[in-house]
């Protein structure tokens, strides 16, 4: 089973910051199966990035993905207050088939 | 527009099956292409995947849970379904329905596009 970890579990940062999400992977994975999802307190997880670096469909171009191997990270060029949520990353194929980090807490300084 | 509505009771005894019903509008299960997925969250935590299926009727399940699931899918009435068995107080969570789709590529690599609709969640406490 492939573990995923996010780090750090909490982030207290300020509107306008930029922001480094990390996602680490327990062994080597493809970056086509890694995706982030975003999610706000009473909501579901709305899909951001696929593939490592590709946004879905509606998300605004200041949220972007990178890595590979083990290690991924989602960043947010200039935060806007909307963007205060939960992130979660989210790795395809291996078992179970789909495996959620434990996700990072974005929070208002 | 593709939206995703969970239904079903919001208390279950323990020992019960937990049942809930996934009603999809603006795409016809039928149509192919997607996996159709479950997926929990208790309060306060992390999301775990339960299990999905496909438009054929086949099937896939968290190792986890395994023994207790089984999803099914009705084309007919666009919906699908999960059930839970012997429910424990460990199973209370909100429990999502999402789509997911994943294909080849053109150059012959598979690729996964993610869980891209969500309903809006239900939450089932399992309690006597």
């Known amino acids: 089973e492939i573990v995923l970890t996010q780090s750090p579990g909490t982030l207290s940062l300020s509107p306008g910051d930029r922001v480094t999400l990390s996602c680490r992977a327990s062994q080597s994975v493809s970056s086509s199966y890694l995706a982030w999802y975003q999610q706000k307190p009473g909501q579901a997880p709305r899909l951001l990035i696929h593939?490592?670096?590709n946004r879905a469909t509606g998300i605004p171009d200041r949220f972007s993905g990178s890595g590979s191997g083990t290690d991924f990270t989602l960043t947010i060029s200039r935060l806007e207050p909307e963007d205060f949520a939960v992130y979660y990353c989210q790795l395809y194929g291996s078992s179970p088939l789909h495996t959620f980090g434990q996700g990072t807490q974005l929070e208002i300084k | 527009q593709v939206q995703l509505q969970e239904s079903g009771p919001g208390l279950v005894k323990p020992s019960q099956t937990l049942s809930l019903t996934c009603s999809v509008s603006g795409y016809s299960i039928g149509s192919a292409s997607y996996y159709w997925s479950w997926i929990r969250q208790p309060a306060g935590k992390g999301l775990e995947w339960i299990g999905h299926i496909y438009t054929s009727g086949s099937t896939n399940y968290n190792p986890s849970l395994k023994s207790r699931v089984t999803i099914s899918v009705d084309t007919s009435k666009n919906q699908f379904s999960l059930k839970l068995s012997s429910a424990t107080a460990a199973d209370t969570a909100k429990y999502y329905c999402a789509r997911e789709y994943s294909n080849y590529l053109p150059n012959g690599d598979y690729y996964y596009y993610g869980f891209d609709v969500w309903g809006q969640g239900t939450t089932v406490t399992v309690s006597s």
């Open positions: 593939g490592t670096s």
